[in-house]
């Protein structure tokens, strides 16, 4: 699969259905020979809350363009998210199929697969972007520096990515089983004469 390369064609297959979230708007500065620089970065979650999510971030001198370009970054970064069920596989997928870990600088996410009905056990800014994804029900256990909010936020976008980074039971190729050659070769090995 090829990357998209214009965030037009994310507006044109999901429509209606993205909603986006500013995540954080922090100042950044600038040593620079008259002083000071000072920007400003915005972290921005995208999402349909039917298992898709982005992350953008930008870096600009105004903070309304900051936050447009971060728009345009998290569309050029959205990626699926599976679901999946606790216990038994009855109604909709709720949650994480399996345990899943994302990591970012020193921060270290887990998410962890739970029962209908839990709710997102999680921080407010953790919470914000599973809902996006459409996860109902989930534990979050995070180490690290955890106040860093980019990395945080990054590392639980960087967990959900990855519950389509492996192959599942179900999602095997049907293999059919090969004879052992002595059961293939039965019938020649039976008729040969020793001498």
């Given at each position: ?112 697969p739970a029962p209908r ?20 029900d989930c534990y979050c ?55």
């Amino acid at each position: 699969s090829t990357t998209v390369k214009e965030a037009e064609t994310i507006d044109y297959f999901l429509r209606d259905k993205l909603e986006d979230e500013v995540m954080k708007i922090m100042p950044v500065q600038k040593q620079s020979s008259a002083g000071q620089r000072t920007r400003f970065k915005a972290f921005v979650a995208i999402g349909d809350e039917n298992g898709h999510i982005g992350l953008g971030v930008k870096c600009s001198s105004e903070v309304a363009t900051a936050i447009r370009g971060a728009i345009t970054a998290a569309k050029l970064n959205i990626a699926p998210v599976r679901r999946g069920f606790w216990g038994r596989a009855n109604g909709l997928p709720h949650t994480v199929p399996c345990k899943v870990t994302g990591k970012c600088g020193s921060v270290r996410v887990r998410l962890i697969p739970a029962p209908r009905g839990t709710g997102l056990v999680s921080s407010p800014a953790g919470k914000k972007l599973l809902h996006m994804a459409g996860i109902d029900d989930c534990y979050c256990s995070s180490t690290g520096h955890t106040r860093t909010m980019g990395n945080f936020i990054k590392a639980i976008f960087y967990a959900l990515r990855a519950t389509y980074g492996y192959l599942s039971p179900e999602l095997w190729k049907d293999n059919a089983l090969l004879d052992h050659p002595y059961q293939e070769h039965t019938d020649f090995l039976s008729k040969k004469q020793i001498a």
